[in-house]
């Protein structure tokens, strides 16, 4: 899911900031209507893709605030650095998308660059009046207009001005998509419009985007235009069942319900709001389930809202639309560019997983940098409270980005950008490497590390002498804060939500449903590349049990460089399991009662040295909340329709010793 433009946000949130839960007008009719959903649960996987798609033809939000007005474009003059063009670009099934074209001033044979996204082309070429191209665009394109690219903005089917019916991340033609058009499709007629219709052009045309337009730019790549010559998703929606937007490992992240309901409600998605307290946390608490809340804003009128909830396994449903399955079949041919980020906070898997797929084809580069979600299409120089010191985004846009799109689209000569750019936190300097992951569990160059929980809440890289355990009870009343109270809504006003992945774990150390694993402050560097993986061996009195695991990076007490982060609990990487779906995610199954069981599953991808005079720290616990959905505790066959009496507490036990649990660190030297 991209990250809402700072118009979008306003939209959004300028109603709900203030308002309080209450019963909508209409409940009653949604009652009626929502009944029959559980029952459906266990039916075959249905199209995604249904006649009127996922918008309701006759849904009324709750609220809708006044729309905010477009900026007029500039009058043509002198000093106007570019020019702006509509245009309505006809599908092969008859359907017009809105289409708008920044060219620079004065261009010849220049090549195009394509963003096609859900959240308004219109807007996102029209920040406000001014002759520069800063002046419209965000930084990221307005450099690529002064490098001489002509850019594209295009509303997908259904959103905004363009035509057509939208559907949420519409799959590709076949079993899940029975019409004739697709995102692959879209892009290709596009793309045949563009070189035939932009005079200006030179008949190269690179796909680019973030997150949902990342994942629009990597559909582009199936079955892609000969003149399509060049990819660059940035944080991609690739797998949102594993590790994106609405699952990870099959925990569902219910704070995107905000984020369906503003896309499906209605065409113009910057017009819709939703009810909203404070607190997300306590809201979320007093609706009890992730269905209980939906319904209590009317979702069920919402086809996406229904297919989630009747999908909460990784069936065929998902499976068939995680993009790097799609391309890991299809074949790469168009050299791309993959850009994530190591504190995505939306789309954390995609990136890495995507480049994992297309690798072998030779015509992928993978980039990593130490930015939240989108944030490298705006200023990197700080993110929370780390500091790098210099704008990384906009190095890496002038010094990887441009020069590989140069090469590909210009006929330039080769760029020298490496296969893989990563950004190294710690040392805080770009790291050009042959591939990645530098280290893993297996099928890389170097295998993890096991740094092992020990007794007295140790950490330690020498296995421990004795086998023992450690206890806490999770209680589904009192679930653990993903972040200090109030927890905002991510869209609404004064939310942080960009920068949650890097707060200090600090709060949780005093609660007793947290247990905390500390080591001794490191002597030397400990670098670290690669994907980290947790090997967890615990029990439950109950019969399913979340896990959540973190790797945090804890400061010395005393840091006269930036007194502020003194004994920060820094996050390097942090997960969360679902157990249920231990052994095969397509197939829950109850997890035995009291018995030790054997959990491993991957955290992200880090690329950060910790550095001497600081200490590795581990928390584990069982919730996780608003963030994802809190779990029962008792095994039911869907959690999004758990019943008050289904939640209960259980005493869970995390084992340690040689046959306990251990974390395997990516060591590179």
Known sequence: MAVLPPWQVRAMSRAGSDMRWKPIPFIAVI????????????????????????????????????????????????????????????????????????????????PILLDRTPYSAARAAARGAGPWPENILSPLFAELIRAGYIVALQDVRGKYRSEGDYVMNRPLRGPLNPTDVDHSTDAYDTIDWLVRNVREGNGRVGVIGTSYDGFTAAMALVNP?????????????????????????????????????????????????????????????????????????????????????RHPDYDAYWRQQAVDRILARTGLTVPTLIVGSLWDQEDIYGA????????????????????????????????????????????????????????????GPAANVARVTAFEVGPNQWRRLDDWPPACLRGCGRSLTALHLSDRSRLAFDEPGANGSDTYVSDPARPVPYRPQPSLSPWAKGSTWPYWLVDSQRYLEGRSDVLTYSSAPLTAPLKLAGTPLVHLVASTTGTDSDWVVKLIDVYPDAYPAKPLLGGYRLPIAMEVMRGRYRDDPSKPKAVPANQPVTYEFALPAISYTVQPGHRLMVQVQSSWFPLYDRNPQTFVPNIFFAKASDYRTATQRIFYGPSGTWIGLPVVK
């Open 31 to 110: 009652l009626a209507i929502a009944a029959p959903i559980a029952a459906q649960v266990q039916q075959a996987v249905e199209p995604a893709v249904q006649p009127g798609g996922d918008i309701p033809r006759d849904f009324r939000a709750p609220l809708r605030p006044r729309a905010l007005a477009l900026p007029a474009p500039p009058r043509p003059g002198s000093d106007l650095q570019y020019l702006r063009r509509e245009a309505m670009i006809p599908m092969r099934d008859g359907a017009r998308l809105y289409t708008v074209l920044i060219v620079p001033r004065g261009a010849r044979k220049a």
């Open 225 to 309: 235009h000969p003149a399509l010559k060049a990819a660059v998703p940035i944080n991609p929606m690739v797998d949102v069942w594993k590790g994106d937007d609405w699952f990870h490992n099959g925990a569902f992240r219910q704070s995107m319900v905000s984020y369906v309901y503003g896309q499906t409600a209605a065409r113009d998605s910057d017009q819709e709001s939703f009810p909203g307290g404070t607190d997300d946390y306590n809201a979320f608490l007093r609706y009890g389930s992730a269905a209980e809340y939906g319904r209590a804003l009317g979702m069920e009128r919402m086809p996406f809202w229904r297919r989630l909830l």
């Open 352 to 411: 890495a997983a995507l480049f994992q797929a297309m690798k072998g084809s030779g015509k992928a580069r993978f980039a990593l940098g130490p930015w939240y979600h989108g944030q490298v299409n705006y200023p990197g120089v700080s993110l929370g409270q780390l500091d790098w010191g210099t704008d990384t985004a906009r190095w890496f846009r002038l010094n990887v980005m441009i020069p590989f799109l140069d090469a590909e689209l210009k006929g």
